[in-house]
Nanobody, 125 residues
Framework: VPVVESGGGLVQAGGSLRLSCTISGLTFGDFASTWFRQVPGKEREGVLCINAIGGSLSYAHSVKGRFTISKDNAKNTVYLQMNSLKPEDTAMYYC???????????????????WGQGTQVTVSS
């Protein structure tokens, strides 16, 4: 399943970015999607998940109140709106296309999940 992330960049602390993720090759509206991030040398961290009908689940306590996830079924696109960015948000951000409709209570990558090359977010202090 092709997944393409975009929208990353360099931003000052306190700024905002909106990441986009376009997913093709499946019935977009039937499945959940997750954004996760990774810093070199550290484990992947689940950020936010959005289910098939638009409900969301946060996996990262550090982003609550600052990041939101949304989607546009007509555009096969998932968004991650990131506000009040902090230097510790610096990471490569990836979008996952799941093969199930609901967001699991615990984040993990499954055998049938697909994700793209990621988009780099760098927050300067």
């Amino acid at each position: 399943v092709p997944v393409v992330e975009s929208g990353g960049g360099l931003v000052q602390a306190g700024g905002s970015l909106r990441l986009s993720c376009t997913i093709s090759g499946l019935t977009f509206g039937d499945f959940a999607s997750t954004w996760f991030r990774q810093v070199p040398g550290k484990e992947r961290e689940g950020v936010l998940c959005i289910n098939a009908i638009g409900g969301s689940l946060s996996y990262a306590h550090s982003v609550k109140g600052r990041f939101t996830i949304s989607k546009d079924n007509a555009k096969n696109t998932v968004y991650l709106q990131m506000n009040s960015l902090k230097p510790e948000d610096t990471a490569m951000y990836y979008c996952v296309a799941h093969r199930y409709a609901l967001c699991p209570s615990t984040w993990s990558l499954g055998e049938y999940d697909s994700w793209g090359q990621g988009t780099q977010v760098t927050v300067s202090s």
